[in-house]
């Protein structure tokens, strides 16, 4: 389910789902072939690691911020967008661990963001066909990979275990949206 939301200076566009890929490089170039106002950047990545719909708008907020600040860890914004999603500054990490990769029935997601909304739900809809998205309603994370998430953002079972069961995925949000703010703060 396609969500449109509107930011100060512009509209971010996120959708998760399934796909299979058989040649990323492809799949990538289609990407970039997305074009928008001169303002707009569209980035495919996996969600195999994203806890929910708010930690990838968190990260797409990050970035646009550092975009205005000037303060990109990358010339390109999509590189900073999955940089900031990973929580880390290596180029390396973000690319190997939220890239797009080949494989079957995967869990994928696209973000986009542009000045019109118009423009974000169409730069999002290209997007879709692009990865032959399947999409979900919503993005939730299965047993296995929560577990996986709090491996990767080191979230230690002694600091989750201190929470009753429905307070344990608000401790990891919070937790990981602190570690995409605190890289701003280490730039």
């Not at 739900?121 to 929560?146: F, T, Y």
């Not at 002694?158 to 701003?184: H, V, W, Y």
Request: overall charge positive; some cysteine.
């Amino acid at each position: 389910m396609m969500k449109i939301q509107k930011l100060e200076n512009g509209f971010l566009g996120i959708e998760t789902g399934t796909t299979t890929i058989k040649e990323p490089d492809s799949v990538l170039k289609k990407l970039s072939l997305i074009k928008g106002a001169s303002d707009a950047w569209i980035q495919g990545f996996s969600t195999r690691r994203v806890l929910n719909e708010i930690h990838i708008g968190f990260a797409a907020y990050q970035t646009n911020v550092a975009i205005w600040r000037k303060r990109c860890f990358s010339p390109v914004p999509a590189l900073d967008f999955l940089i900031r999603l990973s929580g880390q500054k290596q180029v390396t990490h973000a690319i190997r661990d939220f890239g797009i990769k080949e494989g079957a029935r995967q869990p994928t997601g696209i973000v986009a963001f542009a000045l019109d909304k118009t423009d974000c739900r169409r730069m999002i809809n290209e997007g879709i066909v692009a990865l032959d998205l399947k999409p979900e309603k919503r993005h939730v994370p299965s047993k296995e990979q929560l577990e996986e998430i709090r491996q990767y953002f080191y979230i230690t079972r002694f600091a989750s275990e201190r929470f009753p069961p429905s307070a344990k995925t608000r401790f990891t949000e919070s937790t990981i949206l602190e570690k995409i703010a605190l890289l701003e703060l280490e730039h």
